[in-house]
T-cell receptor, first 111, second 114 residues
């Protein structure tokens, strides 16, 4: 157990509404990541963080923002959700050895 | 962005058979990781490889880090029904741009016929 939890685990929302997903870790790791997983695309990096208030974009960052105000929490926000953002979102933390450990995922449906 | 070519995309095998899957890239990686994902869950790390040529086993699983640093394979021996799932390879680029990110293959979906 890598001590990583995601919330909510499931959410249904309407187009145009804001959505925030939370990733919480208990092990004080520096690097945290948000991925989305879609059929045919595998896991794609949205944003990542390399420390408090330090974040950077991944390959599919458009339409998403992140914040990391404290080490243990990494928030992913969809300012105005669209149907194309229906997906399963995974948070991950990186150990010093380079290995990523994933949360259980947050399934988001945008109607 | 960087891409990993993972093959096969899917495979159906009989219980007891051995399985082999691989990933190739045009870029050099300094770390290769293999994950398994069960339905409704997050990917779980199976094996991590850190050196070119490294061969590592985890029970019935064996993975190797290619000598060229551009490929890796995963073998599963004597498959059982609980091996069903999607297997992902992931690589971390040689230190430099993007070295804090992992690049993932698109996965190999394994089905085991009892």
């Amino acid at each position: 157990d890598a001590g990583i939890t995601q919330s909510p685990r499931h959410k249904v929302t309407e187009t145009g509404t804001p959505v925030t997903l939370r990733c919480h870790q208990t092990e004080n790791h520096r690097y945290m990541y948000w991925y989305r997983q879609d059929p045919g695309h595998g896991l794609r990096l949205i944003h990542y963080s390399y420390g408090v208030k330090d974040t950077d974009k991944g390959e599919v960052s458009d339409g998403y923002s992140v914040s990391r105000s404290k080490t243990e929490d990494f928030l992913l926000t969809l300012e105005s959700a669209t149907s194309s953002q229906t997906s399963v979102y995974f948070c991950a933390i990186k150990y010093n050895t380079g290995e990523l450990f994933f949360g259980e995922g947050s399934r988001l449906t945008v109607l | 962005g960087q891409q990993l070519n993972q093959s096969p995309q899917s495979m159906f095998i009989q219980e007891g058979e051995d399985v082999s899957m691989n990933c190739t890239s045009s870029s050099i990686f300094n770390t290769w990781l293999w994950y398994k994902q069960d339905p409704g869950e997050g990917p779980v790390l199976l094996i991590a490889l850190y050196k070119a040529g490294e061969l590592t086993s985890n029970g019935r699983l064996t993975a190797q880090f290619g000598i060229t640093r551009k490929d890796s394979f995963l073998n599963i021996s004597a498959s059982i029904p609980s091996d069903v799932g999607i297997y992902f390879c992931a690589g971390q680029l040689f230190p430099g741009a993007g070295s804090y990110q992992l690049t993932f293959g698109k996965g190999t979906k394994l089905s085991v016929i009892p």
